[in-house]
């Protein structure tokens, strides 16, 4: 799958990587950089950090594979991170999960057909006194029913549609 | 006249912004207070947004109540009253003894001014000024701190050790900020709320090491705590308590952020060190410590987030003063998140000795809904349930060792009748597994086929030696991995095994959940006493299994039900049950 590299990013991420010396102990903050500017890490953002770094690309493979925050796909236009925490799960995530990915008909990690949503499964958010809760970009939804996280969504699709 | 808002991550969560920036527009221009100012989290979760005015404090204050705390402060007609803390929130505010959670919710975490007034950097001067090195481990070995992120070693063996570690003029101070913990959120709240007490803390230690680098490998699921972090460092640096010549010795010391790229076994030292070096977060066998071989390969302290926000109190008031609380072997305090099934939750700080009935039934408030008490797991994923009837455990690293779980981290999930131990086991064993970092095979397969039994017996497919073939495969487990991921995963099996151990035989045996909570393992009844045949099960049915005319008991096909538990929810009358 290509991405949608236009110039300013690759030249954003370009600019990033030539500014002082990068090296291999510098790779995580260079890939969550990456990330930031793109949504996601394609191949060639992956290769072009290999070539200018001289990192080797299974080295930034295996870097980029081993940690949770790293994507190798597209994210919808709203990222949703589910809180599987242990307070959430006694408070009924499970039931939360499935309605979201009714509502949306897809799988954890894969983008809706429209590009509007993604959602991932996390480890605890750290609300826990609101559980269950989702985050949806930098907004925590707490104290979620079925029925509730239904209209968050259709709210959320509303709102980026408009 | 000084009006707080508590904008902590689940304080911003519960709305509390919104309320903030209304008292802020509100209240501009009105000078006996002026705009309201931020603080941390109190740790009274349960009754978020709350607002401060001077010593009265206002909870679960909505977009409603923050107008009638502005009519309040203008003098004019309110209902703010009916807002108000009630007495025994307060009391068991009052109850706790705080000291890493000191000035959390009290004082402005943005602003150095209103640390400093606290004493804050106080500790530090004086180790820089009046102090050397063995002093201030001295103190700290005085105090009996022991390390709060869970394993609970000597916080002086390992700053002497770092200390005398030969060979390398280079060392590091690294703050373990990436607390994984599912349920746990003590180190968030005090980065969030006190942010400048962990920055002393690691200066302090840096001092009693003699280290110039200080790093605080921070999640980056707490973006917040990163903000307050970088906010923090550079107040510091401006007024020269980071930098060069502190205090005007020649001590140079000064500190990084690292935001972690979501890894649970990143909380491991060896491993967290691996990451910052830029690699995947394996652990590697110990010796050498980080004390001898750390980060880049030189002489590395780490220390957990709460371990180092007690420091300046422990140098401030003396290592004698933390000793006088707790008990004989574990001293000092400890932070709790209670979460769960429980009334009143939220961060507590009790002294260590208290039992686990005071803090869920004192501090915490009892059970949600009056249910009653089942168990509480402590520790998370390398920790245990602890049933109810060892509800008078004293919380020490001893007592609660001897039970089979830890203290952990200071996660305290609290359950009720309505929890499933087998399910708890399988939560967090699938937790394990998926943080597993495959370095080792005992926790790489080992736990992956225990979460295949586990998940076969709540499913209904349990077999008669499965719990034999549990409790072989977690002594295996535990023997055969390297760090403390894998040694502790099999502890949520261990222990439901040990207490719960008729919930596996009911699963196993009977094919029954007896907490209802196993959903494969119920079956879906209607009562035809109590149905009224208002058809609503049957409309919204999804696997259309409900049947039935208007006003008349309906009946669920058990063929086509699917389980998911909605026509119980929806069920105006309680006429449908489960067995």
């Known amino acids: 799958m290509s991405c949608n590299c236009k110039n300013e990013p690759r030249q954003e991420l370009e600019n990033y990587l030539e500014n002082g010396n ?46 949770a925050q790293f994507r190798t796909k597209p994210v919808g236009k709203n990222l949703i991170l589910l809180c599987q925490g242990t307070a959430c799960h006694v408070n009924g995530s499970a039931d939360i999960e499935s309605a979201v990915k009714g509502e949306l008909n897809t799988e954890e990690g894969e983008m809706t057909e429209d590009g509007l949503f993604t959602y991932n499964n996390v480890a605890c958010l750290g609300c826990c006194s609101l559980s269950p809760v989702m985050m949806i970009g930098d907004k925590t939804y707490g104290k979620l029913t079925k029925e509730s996280t239904v209209r968050v969504l259709n709210e959320v699709a509303k709102g980026v549609k408009a | ?22 008292l802020n527009k509100e209240l501009e221009d009105f000078t006996p207070c002026g705009a309201s100012a931020v603080t941390g989290c109190i740790g009274m979760c349960y009754l978020e947004p709350i607002v401060n005015i001077d010593d009265d404090v206002y909870v679960k204050v909505d977009e409603e109540g923050a107008y009638e705390l ?38 402005n975490p943005e602003s150095i001014d209103e640390y400093v007034l606290k004493d804050g950097y106080k500790a530090a001067e004086k180790c820089l000024k009046n102090m050397n090195f063995e002093q201030v481990i001295e103190e700290i070995k005085t105090s009996g701190l022991a390390g709060r992120g869970g394993a609970g070693f000597p916080t002086w063996f390992k700053w ?124 590697r066998l110990k010796p050498p410590f980080p004390a001898q071989k750390g980060f880049k390969g030189k002489p590395t302290n780490i220390n957990n987030v709460e371990t180092f926000a007690n420091v300046p109190w422990i140098i401030r008031n003396g290592g004698e003063a933390f000793a006088a609380i707790g008990t004989e072997n574990s001293k000092g305090t400890k932070v709790f998140a209670l979460t769960g099934k429980i009334a009143k939750g939220g961060l507590v700080e009790v002294p260590m000795g ?72 399988r939560f967090f064993l699938d937790f394990t597994c998926k943080e597993s970092c495959g370095k080792c095979t005992h926790c790489r397969v080992g736990n992956r086929r225990l979460l295949e039994i586990l998940e076969r017996i709540c499913g209904g497919g349990g077999k008669d030696n499965d719990i034999e ?15 403390a991921l894998g040694q502790t995963a099999p502890n949520p099996v261990l ?75 929806l069920c105006k009358f309680d006429a449908i049950v489960t067995t």
Not at chain 2, 469 to 483: N, R
């Open chain 2, 70 to 107: 502005v009519k309040l402060l203008k003098g004019q007609k309110n209902n703010a009253l009916s807002y108000k803390a009630s007495a025994q929130d307060i009391e068991l505010l009052a109850s706790q003894t705080r000291i890493a959670l000191k000035n959390c919710g009290v004082i």
């Open chain 2, 495 to 569: 222990t439901t095994l040990k207490y719960f151990k008729n919930e596996y035989e009911d699963h196993i045996l009977n094919k029954k959940c007896t907490a209802h909570s196993c959903k494969p393992l119920l079956t879906y009844r209607i009562i035809p006493e109590k149905c009224t045949g208002c058809t609503l099960c049957a409309r919204k049915c999804p696997a259309n299994a409900i049947t039935g005319t208007v006003k008349t008991p309906h009946v669920i096909d058990s063929e086509k039900c699917v389980k998911c538990g909605d026509c119980v929810k």
């Open chain 2, 354 to 425: 208290w039992t686990i009935k005071d803090v869920v039934f004192g501090v915490g408030g009892g059970i949600q809904n009056n249910k009653s008490f089942k168990a509480v797991q402590m520790g998370g994923p390398s920790g245990g349930c602890i049933p109810a009837v060892l509800e008078n455990v004293t919380i020490d690293y001893k007592s609660l060792a001897e039970t089979g779980a830890i203290m952990g981290s200071g996660g305290m999930v609290v359950m009720d009748d309505t929890t499933c131990m087998v399910d708890m086991a």
């Open chain 2, 160 to 283: 002497n050790a770092a200390r005398n570690s030969v060979g390398s003029e280079e060392k590091y101070i690294i703050c373990n900020a990436d607390e994984g913990d599912p349920g746990a959120f003590m180190d968030r709240a005090i980065l969030e709320g006190d942010p400048h007490a962990v920055l002393e803390g690691m200066l302090i230690a840096a001092f009693a090491i003699g280290a110039n680098e200080g790093i605080i490998y921070v999640r980056a699921e707490y973006p917040l705590a990163i903000i307050r972090l970088e906010k923090a460092i550079s107040q510091a640096r401006q007024k020269g308590f980071l930098g060069k010549n502190i205090f005007g010795s020649d001590f140079n010391f000064d500190i990084r952020i690292k935001a972690g790229a979501g890894a649970f076994v990143c909380g491991e030292e060896t491993a967290l060190i691996a990451s910052l070096e830029g690699g995947r977060g394996m652990p």
């Open chain 2, 1 to 22: 006249m000084r009006v707080t808002v508590g904008l902590g991550s689940c304080g911003i969560a519960a709305g509390a912004d919104k309320v903030f920036n209304l």
């Open chain 1, 22 to 67: 990068k090296t291999e102990s510098d790779l995580i903050p260079i890939l969550q950089k990456a990330q930031e500017i793109y949504g996601w890490l394609p191949p060639e953002v992956l290769s072009l950090i290999s070539e200018k770094t001289g990192i080797k690309p299974a080295k930034i493979m295996g870097v980029v594979t081993f940690y």
């Open chain 2, 469 to 483: 073939l549990l409790e072989e495969l977690s002594e295996e487990i535990k023997a055969g991995s390297l760090c």
